[in-house]
């Protein structure tokens, strides 16, 4: 059975450019409820950490500098199925590729700069939601 908690974050450019509030209006309106939420700035290091997996790949260093660019905002969002619903809401990773009525259609610019991150399975949403935060900080009655 797939969990229904997911970790996304709104990413720098999106945030810089007033995007926030209409990306949160997005994910509400898809059915999600917002259990847990902060904005904050990234360190190269705290990037490096939460983007370990892709050290060492072409785009790492780029990545890298963009999410320690501007604020991001970090969210656990509950919903059934929710790693599922929400990759789908986010759209594809390459805006060029993102479909008509997705975060990344309406607000990536490129590759890098896509606007949004969503978990890739459960066991990750788990493992990234505590990486931002702490159990008395999430709200999963909600
Ligand atoms: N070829 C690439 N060129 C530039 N940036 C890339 C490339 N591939 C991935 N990225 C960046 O690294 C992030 C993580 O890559 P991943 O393959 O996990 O994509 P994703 O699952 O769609 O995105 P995310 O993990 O941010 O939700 C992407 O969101 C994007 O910002």
Not at 102 to 114: D, E, G, P, Q, V
């Amino acid at each position: 059975m797939n969990g229904n908690i997911t970790f996304s974050m709104i990413k720098p450019t999106a945030t810089q450019n007033n995007h926030t509030g209409h990306i949160i209006n997005m994910i509400t309106n898809a059915g999600f409820h917002v259990i847990a939420i902060k904005m904050l700035h990234l360190s190269k290091d705290q990037a490096k950490a939460f983007y370990g997996v892709h050290e060492g790949k072409e785009f790492f260093e780029r990545l890298i500098d963009f999410m320690s660019s501007g604020p991001i905002v970090a969210m656990v969002l509950k919903k059934e199925n929710a790693v599922e619903d929400y990759r789908k809401l986010m759209g594809a990773t390459d805006p060029a590729k993102a479909a008509e009525g997705t975060i990344r259609k309406l607000y990536a610019t490129s590759m890098t700069m896509n606007a949004v991150h969503g978990s890739d399975s459960d066991e990750n949403a788990s493992l990234e939601s505590r990486f931002f935060f702490s159990d008395f900080e999430v709200f999963k009655q909600l």
